[in-house]
């Protein structure tokens, strides 16, 4: 599974990341974390405004942190 936090770096992104990782370890899945941080990587997934969660290149959310409970969800329906 690869989880994506889309970015430029702010403390709301860090705390997506962090929520994200936190997920993972509840769900007992194995996952890669990449950053995307430069701006044409962000628009390539169409997002307006960030943090945004991509999941196994779905976006799950953009523009705020989704609770752990959600994003644990989102990852056991992979």
Known sequence: MEIKI???GCPKCKR???VAR????EAGV???FTKVQ???GIMAY???STPGLV???AVKSSGRIP???EIVEWIRAV
């Open 6 to 8: 889309l970015g430029t």
């Open 16 to 18: 997506l990341e962090a």
């Open 22 to 25: 936190e997920a993972v370890e």
């Open 30 to 32: 194995e996952a890669t």
């Open 38 to 40: 430069d701006m044409d």
């Open 46 to 48: 169409d997002v307006m």
């Open 55 to 57: 999941i196994d290149e």
């Open 67 to 69: 609770r752990k409970e």
